[in-house]
């Protein structure tokens, strides 16, 4: 949490020159006037930041994403006994009434795992807790086991109809690749149509921004380097950017490692030489589930999938040191730092 916290900082600064925020204090800059607001929501530190508005106005607007950010985590929260998602994964079959929030991004997140052919699966949660993702007590789990959780594993038997979610007995949901782009999406809505027009949030990694930067210039976004630091930089007007990575949270066990994203085809956690898959595109939900999904696809499946579709566009960094973009990123995205000598492939049509 510290290092996350260090780096979203580190992000922030080019943002906020100037201007040194502490816990939830708010500052102004002259001119561009940021105010700022910082919280923990969904495991995660999150900061939102509005430009070129009155102070008090625009902290009424980010008080109520505040509380949009807890009152999604407190509907989709694996481990809180209270939410929607732990009723429906705790009802032995029985089926389940859901908020219109919590109906709207499953079947978002349904219609993505059907996409990217179950790449995305918003059942790996039997997984994911098996290879000790849930508790941080990590282990290897044999073949045997993993043969008899995959059993539970698959988007195809979760039936919603309208706001009614019926779950087979031993199938448990776990909407953590998408639930930041889709409350990121739900925030940039309110911010949109109250007027906020120069605003950017960064939850855990997921940055979304409104329009461009006050001055008219586009918001530059780091891209994370998976050895730490930075590997490039990337401009936006208006956009989602995701990324996935393995180095994001996993463990080492015997030389080995084992990263937190799950292929849903094997049971086991994916390993194909991709350090980390950035996701840019109009909507927070759509970056997040291909950020994961494509992380899970590899390479070859990733560029497949991208020129099928090609309403967003990617980053690749590989373990090797490789990296690669789809040619609309071309001109806003370069390398930099221990990265800047690294040769840049670009991905065509
Ligand atoms: P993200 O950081 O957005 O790539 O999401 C990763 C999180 O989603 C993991 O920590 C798991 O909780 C969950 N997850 C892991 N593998 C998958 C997968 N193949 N499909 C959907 N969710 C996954
Ligand atoms: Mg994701």
């Known amino acids: 949490m510290k290092r996350a916290r260090f780096l979203i900082a580190l992000l922030m600064l080019p943002l906020l020159a100037g201007c040194r925020p502490h816990g939830r204090e708010t500052c102004e800059a002259p001119g561009d006037n940021p105010i700022r607001y910082e919280l923990t929501a969904m ?16 902290q009424r607007r980010l008080r109520q994403a505040a509380e949009l950010l807890q009152e999604l985590e407190g509907l989709l929260s694996v481990t809180d006994e209270d939410s929607e998602i732990y009723t429906a994964n705790h009802s032995g079959g029985a089926p389940a009434a859901l908020s219109d929030d919590t109906r709207q991004l499953l079947e978002e997140a349904l219609a993505l795992c059907e996409e990217t052919e179950g790449a995305l699966d918003v059942t790996v949660y039997p997984l994911v807790r ?14 045997a086991e993993l043969s008899a959780l995959l059993e539970n594993v ?17 199938m448990e949901l776990d909407l953590g690749a998408v639930a930041k782009g889709y409350a990121g999406d739900r925030i940039m809505d309110l911010f949109r149509s109250t007027g906020m027009l120069y605003s950017i949030v960064e939850l ?16 530059r976004v ?23 990575g393995g180095y994001q949270r996993y463990f080492a066990q015997d030389g080995q490692i084992y990263c937190h994203i799950m292929d849903p085809a094997t049971g086991r956690p994916v390993e194909n030489g991709l350090a980390s898959v950035t996701i840019v595109a109009d909507r927070g939900i759509q970056a997040d589930a291909l950020s994961t999904a494509l992380f899970v696809m590899g390479r070859e499946r990733a560029e497949a ?9 990617f980053i690749l960094l590989g373990e090797d040191g490789t990296a690669a973009v789809t040619e609309g990123l071309e001109d806003s995205f370069s390398l930099y730092g221990d990265w800047e000598d690294h040769p840049l492939e670009i991905i065509r049509k």
């Open 43 to 58: 495991d995660t530190f999150m900061t939102m930041t509005i430009y070129n508005q009155p102070g008090d106005v625009a």
């Open 130 to 143: 098996a290879w000790g993702f849930t508790t941080g007590e990590y282990r290897v789990p044999e073949e």
């Open 154 to 170: 698959g988007y195809t038997r979760v039936a919603l109809d309208g706001n009614t979610l019926a779950l087979p007995a031993g």
């Open 222 to 244: 780091a891209v994370q380097a998976p050895e730490g630091g930075y590997a490039g930089a990337l401009e936006i007007v208006g956009k989602a950017v995701v990324t996935s």
């Open 305 to 313: 999938y991208w020129r099928a579709h090609q309403d967003f566009d």
């Open 204 to 219: 855990g990694g997921n940055v979304q921004a409104l329009g461009t930067k006050p001055d008219g210039s586009p918001w």
